[in-house]
């Protein structure tokens, strides 16, 4: 079956920096656009980077632009966000996932900015 799991949270001071990843298995990695989301405390799971198959096009919502970079290694099946100049708003658990496909989410990775 699908399988997400992702590793790489920590605490951080605000303006360091943190690389996730995300091990997958279960489909054709190579084949899939990928995500990472997060949700903060109380609030809704929030879209955060995206990356197509190829790892040619990526997306960013408008408040990691510029700071997270999303890239992809299919010989490892495994994607990473990498974050820099983390700020207290970006305090929440990180999952990866692939998009439009009802796979149960993976236990997420507990990220924490505090100084």
């Known amino acids: 079956q699908v399988q997400y799991v992702e590793s790489g949270g920590g605490l951080v001071q605000p303006g360091g920096s943190l690389r996730l990843s995300c091990a997958v298995s279960g489909f054709t990695f190579s084949a899939s656009g990928m995500s990472w989301f997060r949700q903060a405390s109380g609030k809704e799971r929030e879209l955060v980077a995206a990356?197509?198959?190829?790892?040619?096009?990526?997306n960013y919502a408008h408040s990691v632009r510029g700071r997270f970079t999303i890239s992809r290694d299919d010989a490892k099946n495994t994607l990473y966000l990498q974050m820099n100049n983390l700020k207290l708003e970006d305090t929440a658990v990180y999952y990866c996932k692939r998009p439009r496909f009802n796979d149960d989410w993976g236990q997420g990775t507990v990220v924490t900015v505090s100084s």
């Open positions: 990356i197509s198959n190829t790892g040619g096009v990526t």
